[in-house]
């Protein structure tokens, strides 16, 4: 393993326009950092495989095929199990958080010149049809939602803990998407106390411009190397 020289690619890729970072790569980075040795080329082939056997170019016809046809659906089995957030596990498995599954559907969508767009909804992140506001899919199970419905999750998963509020369904650029994917991650370590990549987590944060305030703790937890 290389950490040193994958959080250097990291922070390259993630640098710049926050609407303009490559998710595809970027997720590939992290997974790079903590898991090692990731050769992203045969992950960027299966998306564009993916997007080759979508059949009706639209979004409702993405969703079909990703979950429908290929079968994509969210891990209630291990939900919390870091894998579900490194995509080519998600993309070899057909299991992920949401996410993931998300990120895949966008990076599935672009290729095959569907817009779609990442929606940062709290508890529960979706994807909407970049062209009708009206049109979301919830990743995990792959179906269909409008707003209404979308309300309705987030109330059924926040349980009267959080209000809703209309801009719980705006659209998120791809680094608040990473931003989200390291915050899962950073959870799911602390849970199982492990040092090491609650480490390298912590310095992939930093790298993200938004974060970079975080670099004093991430030089903090880097004393577990030692």
């Keep these: 393993m290389d950490p040193a020289g994958a959080l250097e690619r990291f922070g390259r890729l993630i640098d710049g326009d926050p609407a303009l970072v490559p998710l595809d ?3 590939l980075a992290i997974e790079d950092v903590l898991r090692g040795g990731v050769d992203e080329a045969p ?4 998306l564009d495989t993916l997007a080759a056997g979508c059949g009706e170019r639209s979004f409702e016809g993405l969703r079909h095929h990703l979950f429908d046809e290929v079968g994509f659906a969210g891990d209630s089995q291990r939900y919390d199990d870091p894998e579900n957030s490194f995509l080519q ?3 070899a498995r ?3 958080l949401p ?3 998300a990120t895949v559907m966008i990076e599935v969508g672009r290729r095959a010149g569907v817009g779609v767009v990442g929606i940062g909804m709290p ?4 994807v909407r049809d970049a062209t009708d ?5 919830d990743p995990f199970t792959g179906a269909m939602l409008d707003p209404e419905g979308a309300r309705a999750l987030f109330e059924s998963m926040a349980q009267g803990t959080l209000a809703w509020d209309d801009r719980h369904l705006e659209p998120v650029p791809a680094r608040a998407i990473v931003v989200r994917i390291l915050s899962n991650l950073r959870a799911s370590y602390r849970r199982r106390r492990d040092p090491v990549h609650a480490a390298l987590v912590a310095g992939l944060r930093w790298r993200v411009p938004e974060l970079s305030a975080e670099r004093a703790d991430a030089a903090r937890s880097v004393a577990v190397f030692n």
Aim: charged fraction near 15%.
């Design 89 to 91: 596990p998600v993309l």
């Design 99 to 101: 996410i993931l599954l």
């Design 25 to 27: 790569r970027a997720a």
């Design 123 to 126: 508890m529960h992140f979706l």
């Design 133 to 137: 506001p009206t049109a979301l899919v």
């Design 94 to 96: 057909r299991r992920g």
């Design 43 to 46: 992950a960027l082939d299966l």
